[in-house]
């Protein structure tokens, strides 16, 4: 049994279609990673998966009983609004103070609980917002480029703090990640996407995989460079069309 | 007590006070400063409406504030900037309102009461149908607080939590429209935005929690209304502008105190 399956979702922002017939599942205890240029749906597939927008076609189906934690992509909390962090963790509320703890200690900042949040660095406010996505004890934590805006060390520490995470609670995770160094090392399962699935499998397969190299480029499997984004390769793309010709920097 | 007209416009400021307060918190956090704005001016056309089929000007300004904020809502994201859209629709409102106002004939109508408010002209009726909306107001907000609160900090975190923020723009939209309605009497369309974001900006420095923050809010309001009333008495002077003048006070002087402390 999958934890989550998604079955031919396709997703319109008006005439815009910015995901086209993409079908994954994700099982207990794997690590997912889902790669993809700028604008290719990434983040829409996540937040069709937590149902904050609908499908115009397919579906996504939750396992019985699975639960979801969410980290977002980034969360801008107006200096207006006075909070505690552990105020902010019980929202909405039937919270209890000691499974709080928990997650603050899980997510690597256990002496945070009465600081505000407007007042917390990048790399503490990612932190909080893992914790808040562990306090359901979720089956799966699905993290949207959870480390934009932290330095490369703040980035690894976060990352290594994931690690530890599943290590601890044997959760599933689904990731969006630009970092493909990361990705190619710490991922079961990596899923190129680009408004469509483009190609799937373990990290080594989908390094060597035309349609990888062709988004982003051969050599380093993926490692910090420079890379030709040319868009030339030819896959079924159904009715789904998009523009083919930009060029590109990575990370 | 209730026949004297002082106590009585205490009491209808009281109650706009404690409408406003967590609504107001709402508006800063959600920074929807110029939404509150629009809608309380577009109730000036759900005045002119309700004088013209005679009914009730609390009905027709619900209402109206209503359509107003609705529009606003299903118009923003279709290629204007929401201040753009926000600008226009206020002003056109207004402006409508006033034309409209000028059509009704027979009663010679007072419009700066509309305007400014006519807070030392509450009466009993008045004050049952403030206080009922601020009832109203305050139960609406107090039952979504969390799921509103959750809506606030993030749409993408609501939704995870089996939230629908959408539902609870809504209730606060709802709130909006019957504050600006039982506001119109006490300060006039002009400034209810200023009873909305003014105790509730000057809370901000006092505040550590949310929820403390629409209570100093609260505390803030009601003393403006209690000590700009008084003012009022004592120098001759408009009772509604009076009121905000105070609040205005507060939001400097807390400002003042902010500056003096460390951050936190």
Redesign the interface.
Same mark, same amino acid.
């Given at each position: 049994m999958s934890l989550v399956q998604v079955e031919d979702l396709s997703v319109r922002y008006g005439a815009k279609t910015v995901l086209s017939r993409v079908s994954l599942r994700i099982d207990k205890g794997e690590i997912v990673t889902i790669v993809g240029p700028n604008g290719s749906g990434k983040t829409s597939l996540l937040?069709a998966i %937590? *149902?904050?927008v609908k499908p115009s076609l397919g579906h996504v189906t939750q396992g019985s009983g699975v639960k %979801? *934690?969410?980290v977002?992509q980034k969360?801008h909390?107006?200096e207006?609004?006075?909070?505690?962090v552990s105020?902010?963790l019980k929202?909405?509320?039937g919270v209890l103070a000691a499974d709080i703890g928990q997650a603050l200690m899980q997510a690597g900042v256990p002496d945070l609980s009465k600081a505000?949040l407007s007042?917390l660095s990048g790399g503490q406010f990612q932190r909080v917002l893992l914790a808040?996505a562990l306090i359901g004890k979720p089956d799966l934590l699905l993290l949207d480029e959870a480390t934009q805006g932290l330095d490369q060390r703040g980035s690894a520490s976060f990352y290594q703090q994931i690690e530890q995470v599943r290590q601890d609670t044997g959760c599933a995770i689904l990731m969006i990640s630009h970092e493909l160094h990361v990705v190619m090392s710490a991922s079961d399962r990596v899923i190129c996407l680009n408004g469509h699935v483009c190609c799937e499998g373990t990290p080594a397969v989908v390094a060597s995989a035309p349609e990888y190299r062709a988004l982003f480029g051969t050599g380093t499997g993926g490692a910090l460079a420079l890379y030709r984004h040319d868009h030339d390769h030819g896959h079924d793309h159904g009715d789904h069309t998009h523009d083919h010709k930009h060029t590109e920097a990575a990370e | 007590m209730l026949d004297d007209f002082m106590v009585r416009a205490a009491l209808a400021g009281i109650g706009v006070a404690i409408a406003a307060a967590p609504l107001g918190c709402f508006v800063v956090w959600r920074r929807m400063a110029y939404f509150g704005d629009a809608t309380a001016h577009a109730a000036i056309l759900g005045v002119a409406l309700s004088l013209a089929f005679s009914m009730s000007i609390f009905i027709g300004a619900v209402v109206v504030a209503l359509l107003m904020a609705l529009t606003v809502n299903v118009l923003s994201g279709r290629g204007y900037a929401m201040d753009t859209l926000l600008g226009v629709l206020a002003h056109s409102a207004l402006a409508f309102g006033l034309v409209a106002v000028s059509f009704i004939s027979g009663v010679r109508i007072d419009l700066m009461a509309y305007l400014f408010g006519d807070i030392l002209a509450v009466s009993r009726g008045d004050l049952v149908v403030i206080w009922s909306g601020a009832a109203l107001v305050v139960a609406l907000i107090s039952w979504r607080w969390s799921a509103l609160l959750t809506s606030t900090m993030n749409e993408d975190l609501a939704y995870a939590s089996g939230i629908n923020p959408k539902r609870e723009q809504l209730a606060l939209t709802l709130a909006l429209a019957i504050t600006v309605a039982v506001a119109i009497k006490v300060v006039g369309v002009l400034l209810i935005a200023a009873m909305l974001i003014i105790p509730a900006a000057a809370a901000r420095p006092l505040s550590r929690t949310p929820e403390g923050m629409a209570i100093a809010a609260g505390l803030i309001g009601m003393l403006s209304a209690i000590v700009g009333l008084r003012a009022a008495y004592v120098f001759d002077t408009p009772a509604g502008p009076s009121i905000v003048c105070i609040a205005a006070t507060t939001f400097l002087a807390s400002s003042v105190i902010k500056s003096l402390r460390p951050a936190g």
């Amino acid at each position: 049994m999958s934890l989550v399956q998604v079955e031919d979702l396709s997703v319109r922002y008006g005439a815009k279609t910015v995901l086209s017939r993409v079908s994954l599942r994700i099982d207990k205890g794997e690590i997912v990673t889902i790669v993809g240029p700028n604008g290719s749906g990434k983040t829409s597939l996540l937040r069709a998966i %937590i *149902g904050a927008v609908k499908p115009s076609l397919g579906h996504v189906t939750q396992g019985s009983g699975v639960k %979801i *934690g969410y980290v977002p992509q980034k969360l801008h909390i107006d200096e207006t609004l006075p909070i505690t962090v552990s105020r902010f963790l019980k929202l909405p509320g039937g919270v209890l103070a000691a499974d709080i703890g928990q997650a603050l200690m899980q997510a690597g900042v256990p002496d945070l609980s009465k600081a505000q949040l407007s007042q917390l660095s990048g790399g503490q406010f990612q932190r909080v917002l893992l914790a808040r996505a562990l306090i359901g004890k979720p089956d799966l934590l699905l993290l949207d480029e959870a480390t934009q805006g932290l330095d490369q060390r703040g980035s690894a520490s976060f990352y290594q703090q994931i690690e530890q995470v599943r290590q601890d609670t044997g959760c599933a995770i689904l990731m969006i990640s630009h970092e493909l160094h990361v990705v190619m090392s710490a991922s079961d399962r990596v899923i190129c996407l680009n408004g469509h699935v483009c190609c799937e499998g373990t990290p080594a397969v989908v390094a060597s995989a035309p349609e990888y190299r062709a988004l982003f480029g051969t050599g380093t499997g993926g490692a910090l460079a420079l890379y030709r984004h040319d868009h030339d390769h030819g896959h079924d793309h159904g009715d789904h069309t998009h523009d083919h010709k930009h060029t590109e920097a990575a990370e | 007590m209730l026949d004297d007209f002082m106590v009585r416009a205490a009491l209808a400021g009281i109650g706009v006070a404690i409408a406003a307060a967590p609504l107001g918190c709402f508006v800063v956090w959600r920074r929807m400063a110029y939404f509150g704005d629009a809608t309380a001016h577009a109730a000036i056309l759900g005045v002119a409406l309700s004088l013209a089929f005679s009914m009730s000007i609390f009905i027709g300004a619900v209402v109206v504030a209503l359509l107003m904020a609705l529009t606003v809502n299903v118009l923003s994201g279709r290629g204007y900037a929401m201040d753009t859209l926000l600008g226009v629709l206020a002003h056109s409102a207004l402006a409508f309102g006033l034309v409209a106002v000028s059509f009704i004939s027979g009663v010679r109508i007072d419009l700066m009461a509309y305007l400014f408010g006519d807070i030392l002209a509450v009466s009993r009726g008045d004050l049952v149908v403030i206080w009922s909306g601020a009832a109203l107001v305050v139960a609406l907000i107090s039952w979504r607080w969390s799921a509103l609160l959750t809506s606030t900090m993030n749409e993408d975190l609501a939704y995870a939590s089996g939230i629908n923020p959408k539902r609870e723009q809504l209730a606060l939209t709802l709130a909006l429209a019957i504050t600006v309605a039982v506001a119109i009497k006490v300060v006039g369309v002009l400034l209810i935005a200023a009873m909305l974001i003014i105790p509730a900006a000057a809370a901000r420095p006092l505040s550590r929690t949310p929820e403390g923050m629409a209570i100093a809010a609260g505390l803030i309001g009601m003393l403006s209304a209690i000590v700009g009333l008084r003012a009022a008495y004592v120098f001759d002077t408009p009772a509604g502008p009076s009121i905000v003048c105070i609040a205005a006070t507060t939001f400097l002087a807390s400002s003042v105190i902010k500056s003096l402390r460390p951050a936190g």
